[in-house]
């Protein structure tokens, strides 16, 4: 982790670039309410939104994102390549880079490993897979138009297919996975760090009435640091060498959010949070045409 003018805590990738240890997130955010929080977020100091062309809301982003004044190239954009678009690479990029108002993306991932046939949604293409979706991101590298790519929901099975697949030239720089306390994925966490490829953790609150603001150890640790949940959560993230990317349409609670300086977790209460119990996963892959997890740790 280094730190820049911008955000005091930041991951270097493969490239060199740097990414912002939190960022705003803005999956549900609604395009009546997400110019605001996102305009709001960059005044309170955040330099990182995370979007995808399936959220609908790329316009209202980059709207907010004009709106607060702070220079582009001081902000961190990462979207996403939606499944149905996975033949329609270049024109999926350049339809994001119209919405968003901006000539480039800091990070371009494509959402799931899911080519989904965009004539019906319930099948996947049987002539065409992420591989072949990979390998035409790859192209992108060089236009201009993206200054990192990635993947996201990405199990170690089917990065194992990715990167030993000889059409793969550019390693995913970041995979963007759900990562909480209550679906830690050590195995996959640990197999992305030993490949060199940076993780940034989605759902990093446990989502909409998070189950885990009830859990004790949390709730005791939040206490004894003086911190909410919400702050101690994201923490433990970055503490594990992840970003995260809280989503909140709430301007205090975007403010609140975004508490990660000054102070930290001790090894012991991260080590805590990482052995809870319990488990549960906010984004299956059940409404897919194909099976993306295959494990525990996927
Ligand atoms: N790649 C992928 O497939 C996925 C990516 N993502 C990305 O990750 C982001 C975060 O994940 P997401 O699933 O949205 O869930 P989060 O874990 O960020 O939780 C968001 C929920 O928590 C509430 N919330 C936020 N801050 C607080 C707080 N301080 N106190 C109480 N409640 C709070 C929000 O409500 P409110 O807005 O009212 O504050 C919202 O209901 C997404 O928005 C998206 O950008 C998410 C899922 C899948
Ligand atoms: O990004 C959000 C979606 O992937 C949820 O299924």
């Known amino acids: 982790m280094a730190d820049n003018q911008y955000t005091k805590k930041t991951y270097t990738l493969a490239s060199g670039d740097k990414i912002p240890a939190i960022g705003l997130g803005t999956w549900q955010s609604g395009k009546n309410e997400v110019s605001e929080a996102v305009k709001h977020a960059l005044s309170v100091g955040y330099r990182y939104i995370d979007t995808a062309l399936a959220y609908g809301n790329e316009h ?43 000539d ?15 004539d019906d949604l319930s099948k996947h293409y049987d002539d065409w897979n992420f591989i072949d979706t990979w390998r035409e991101i790859q192209k992108l590298v060089g236009t201009g138009k993206v200054r990192n790519i990635g993947v996201s929901n990405f199990g170690i099975t089917n990065l194992e297919k990715l990167l030993n697949d000889p059409s793969t030239k550019i390693k995913p720089a970041v995979n963007q996975i759900e990562l909480h306390p209550n679906n830690p994925s050590p195995k996959l966490v640990a ?21 885990l603001y009830k859990d004790e150890t949390l709730l005791s640790i939040a206490q004894a640091k003086g911190k ?37 977790l001790t090894d012991e209460e991260v080590q805590k949070l990482s052995s809870l119990p319990d488990r549960f996963k906010v984004c299956s892959d059940d409404w897919l045409p194909v099976k993306v997890f295959f494990g525990d740790d996927e």
């Open 104 to 118: 480039y993306v800091d990070l371009y991932l494509m959402h799931w490993p899911s080519s989904t046939r965009p």
């Open 60 to 102: 209202e982003v980059g709207e907010g994102i004009r709106a607060s004044g702070v220079p582009r190239e001081q902000i961190w954009v990462t979207t996403k390549l939606d499944n149905p678009w996975h033949k329609r690479v270049a024109e999926g990029i350049d339809t994001s880079l119209k919405n968003l108002g901006t």
């Open 191 to 211: 197999y992305c760090k030993e490949k060199g490829i940076h993780l940034t953790g989605y759902s990093c609150l446990g989502s909409t009435n998070s189950p």
């Open 228 to 264: 909410t949940p919400q702050q101690v959560l994201l923490q433990w993230g970055i503490r594990n060498g992840w970003d995260v990317i809280p989503k909140s349409v709430n301007k205090d609670r975007i403010a609140g959010n975004f508490d990660i300086d000054g102070w930290s």
